[in-house]
Nanobody, 122 residues
Framework: LLVESGGGLVQPGDSLRLSCAAS????????MAWFRQVLGKEREFVAT????????VYADFVKGRFTISRDNTKNTVSLQMNNLKPEDTAVYYC?????????????????WGQGTQVTVSS
């Protein structure tokens, strides 16, 4: 089970930190990722982190602004989002992959959270 939190309404340039709490299965068995989706569009890769927390991959549009991290002692993965832009507005989803590391393909992720809304607007 994956449960996201931390979404909300912020202004351009603000920061927001999303968290995803995992339960039910050994957390370190999974690479974790964040995706986002705007209504009417396909789900879009944002960032992923390997099982140990060392290997990370980011979408080009978030490099230098977003940071993904995980705490294997607390079974959580986070997404620190800085310098938010209106185009970052979306529902953000946490995902877990049992067999892949570093994948940007949503089809390789086995479990998904319910999503948390992030709205960036002045």
């Amino acid at each position: 089970l994956l449960v996201e939190s931390g979404g909300g309404l912020v202004q351009p340039g603000d920061s927001l930190r999303l968290s995803c709490a995992a339960s039910g299965r050994p957390f370190t068995n999974y690479a974790m990722a964040w995706f986002r989706q705007v209504l009417g569009k396909e789900r879009e890769f944002v960032a992923t982190i390997g099982r140990s927390g060392v290997h990370t991959v980011y979408a080009d549009f978030v490099k230098g602004r977003f940071t993904i991290s995980r705490d294997n002692t607390k079974n959580t993965v986070s997404l620190q989002m800085n310098n938010l832009k209106p185009e970052d507005t979306a529902v953000y989803y946490c995902a877990a992959a049992a067999y892949y590391t570093g994948s940007i393909n949503a089809n390789t992720y086995d479990y998904w959270g319910q999503g948390t809304q992030v709205t960036v607007s002045s």
